[in-house]
């Protein structure tokens, strides 16, 4: 009776102690979970919570205009961008120019983008500028440099002096990464690339898209864990996209045409988590 009560006590002083051990670990997720970053919402309509910054400048990369505090991103971008600039740097000797990324909690900007709002989104020159290639840009430098634009003056095609080969080496490695969902370039950008890589199916992932002729636009897929992160329509990975799909976008003449305007219809809704991050209140 004794040895069955020590035995019940024991017993009970091991569950207690379980209990709390499980209290402890269920705080420290919670906790750790909390400092996660979340990229929540859509790319047109979302937010960050816990953002990071990136790095001003790594192996075969450089951020440019700092100065407008959209050098945000989800830690998932970052890895991208860093591996993708040791690439260029070793593979291609070229280098990355970092634009607008998405500001630190991300949301909506009040210009130029409907998307860049939730730290998947980065937009990277094209122009292999010749001084990044030497040396790190000097703060000064680097709020001067502007997206140089890769078509002619007529905006007929690209022109060929505005090309650097290194572009397309560039591109394609970029679309080479499982996370990278799609990429927005100009359609004569497109049309240069599919000419130079006929039938390559990594192509797929090149969307042609109104301006993005002064950089290319990356989009990485929601990373694993974001679980309020609205993914796009998967992209058709077995067609290039460089034959009636890209043609689409011509006309008779060979211009480009022009965009239809959104007739003004309703913009999607923030969602409330990202209200209350953008506020400042989460
Ligand atoms: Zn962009």
């Known amino acids: ?33 909390a400092s996660a970053t979340q990229s929540i919402g859509a790319y047109t309509a979302g937010c960050i919570r816990n953002s990071a910054a990136i790095p001003m400048e790594g192996e075969g990369f450089q951020v440019i205009r700092p100065g407008r505090g959209r ?13 993708l600039g040791k690439r260029v740097n070793e593979n291609a000797n070229g280098i990355i120019l970092i634009g607008d990324v998405a500001q630190q909690t991300g949301g909506p900007m009040l210009d130029e983008h409907s998307s860049h709002q939730t730290g998947l989104d980065a937009d990277i020159l094209y122009w292999q500028h010749p001084i990044a290639l030497q040396r790190s840009l000097t703060g000064q430098e680097r709020e001067n440099i502007f997206p140089q ?31 990278v969902d799609r990429i927005f370039v100009n359609p004569f ?11 390559e199916l990594w192509l797929a992932k090149l969307r042609p898209w109104y301006g993005h002729d002064g950089h290319f636009h990356v989009r990485l897929k929601c990373p694993a864990g974001n679980v309020s992160c609205v993914p796009q329509e998967p992209i058709n990975t077995h067609d290039t996209g460089c034959g009636s799909d890209l043609a689409s976008w011509f006309t008779s003449s060979g211009k480009i045409k022009s965009q239809k305007s959104s007739g003004g219809g309703t913009r999607p809704k923030l969602p409330d988590e990202c209200i209350a991050i953008i506020n400042g209140g989460a």
């Open 149 to 179: 634009s890769v078509l002619n003056d007529q905006r007929t095609g690209v022109d060929d002096f505005k090309w650097d080969e290194r572009i397309g080496k560039i591109v394609k490695t970029a679309a080479s990464y499982a996370d």
């Open 71 to 83: 050098y945000f991103a989800n830690p998932e971008t970052i890895e991208f961008i860093v591996d």
């Open 1 to 33: 009776m004794i040895f069955s009560r020590f035995i019940t006590l024991s017993l009970l002083t091991l569950l207690a102690g379980a209990l709390a051990l499980a209290a402890a670990a269920g705080r420290s997720r919670a906790a750790s979970s």
């Open 189 to 199: 950008v497109k049309r240069k690339l599919c000419s130079e890589y006929p039938g």
